[in-house]
């Protein structure tokens, strides 16, 4: 017997009846032989872990741009926050981390420099209907591995598809919304649960508010302190969750549903609409639109760029300009945009 079995096998032992086995995958785009060590989400798992894109997570921005302390998130903090937790809520109900796991690490591959603003200006810039859950799928079906993509599993490309819908429901009621596997919907709620906790944390930290603003009722609710609000969230979702017609609800308490809700309309009144992070979001578009003009117009340099990325930009799924610069600059790190900017727009001094 394989490793690979072994490891199948004490799912089936293991799992309860909601958990997405390995065994029981639908597959992949491309068929592919079975590993003889890892199961398939385990295999999904590294492919997302060593991929080009997760590297640059790292200067990515999360809530602050360019931030000098060491003590701030950015994309790829969060991203490990999600998975933590992810694996956490999995565990406790028996279904299947690896899948979670690997859900959680693809989940913002996708996201562009300069957080939520970079979306934004590629929403107006490119089309409204971008997104950035949408371009992470993108990105693990055909952008990495230079346009041969990674070639995951269906349920971790529906789980990475999944995973956000904006400002919509922390547990949405449309079906559509939801991903297929419980371990993708777990992952939707530990990034709703991950970002409440470290972007309040940082934006403490950097001043733009202070602890006294907090509703009361978050800090009644769900505590004063990262721990406290991490636990008490996670513990609700799985000690709340339960067993109805043959399916997993999984459901929280009025009491700390409503807390997480307000928590996030507080941080979108208080930290995202902030004067001093709005006016960074600003300069930041004006980058992103710059650039997205420049590589238009300079189709050599566009493919220069996404060469030095690993990217192949004249793969057929490119059927535009367009669409290349999109990826291109969906792509850029924080700090890699802004040296290119400078490197394209400001004077050269003579020595």
């Known amino acids: 017997m394989s490793i690979r079995l072994d490891f199948e096998n004490r799912e089936n032992g293991f799992m309860s009846p909601f958990g997405c086995r390995s065994s029981e995958s639908r597959g992949r785009i ?21 991929s080009n894109s997760f590297r640059r997570l790292k200067h990515k921005t999360q809530v602050f ?5 060491d003590q701030y998130r950015t994309r790829l903090t969060h991203t490990l926050e999600v998975a933590q937790i992810a694996r956490t809520i999995a565990r406790a109900m028996r279904l299947n981390e ?25 929403k107006e ?3 409204p209907d971008f997104t950035h859950t949408e371009q992470s799928l993108r990105v693990v079906d055909i952008l990495e591995n230079s346009g041969k993509g990674l070639n995951l599993t269906a349920e971790v490309r529906d ?35 991950a970002y409440l ?57 009025d009491e700390i549903f409503d807390s997480m809700t307000d928590l996030r309309q507080f941080l979108y009144d208080h930290v995202y609409r ?13 980058i ?8 238009l117009e300079n189709e050599d340099r566009l493919q220069a760029e996404m060469r030095k990325l690993e990217m192949d930009g004249r793969h057929p799924e490119n059927r535009s300009p367009e669409r290349a610069v999109c990826d291109l600059i969906a792509s850029l790190t924080d700090r890699y945009a802004l040296d290119l900017y400078v490197r394209l727009y400001f004077p050269s001094p003579v020595v």
């Open 288 to 295: 992103l639109s710059e650039l997205y003009t420049y590589f």
């Open 30 to 50: 491309r068929p592919e032989s079975e590993c003889p060590v890892r199961t398939a989400f385990q295999r999904d798992r590294d492919r997302i872990l060593y």
């Open 125 to 127: 810039i490119h089309s």
């Open 65 to 69: 741009l360019s931030p000098m302390g």
């Open 197 to 253: 906790n470290h972007d309040l944390d940082d934006a403490i930290r950097s001043g733009v508010i202070s602890t006294s603003q907090i509703p009361e009722k978050c800090i009644r609710h769900l505590g004063y302190r990262h721990s406290e609000r991490a636990t008490a969230m996670i513990n609700d979702l799985i000690f709340s969750s339960h067993e109805k017609n043959g399916e997993l609800v999984l459901d929280m308490t």
């Open 98 to 122: 690896d899948l979670a796991e690997a859900i959680a690490l693809g989940h913002d591959l996708g996201h562009t420099p300069f957080g939520h603003g970079g979306e934004i200006a590629l």
């Open 159 to 193: 789980g990475i598809l999944k995973h956000s819908k904006g400002y919509g429901k922390i547990i949405p009621d449309d079906p559509q919304e939801l991903a297929k596997t419980y371990e993708g919907r777990i992952v939707r709620i530990a990034d709703f649960m």
């Open 274 to 286: 902030a004067p001093q992070v709005h006016q960074e979001f600003v300069k930041a578009k004006k």
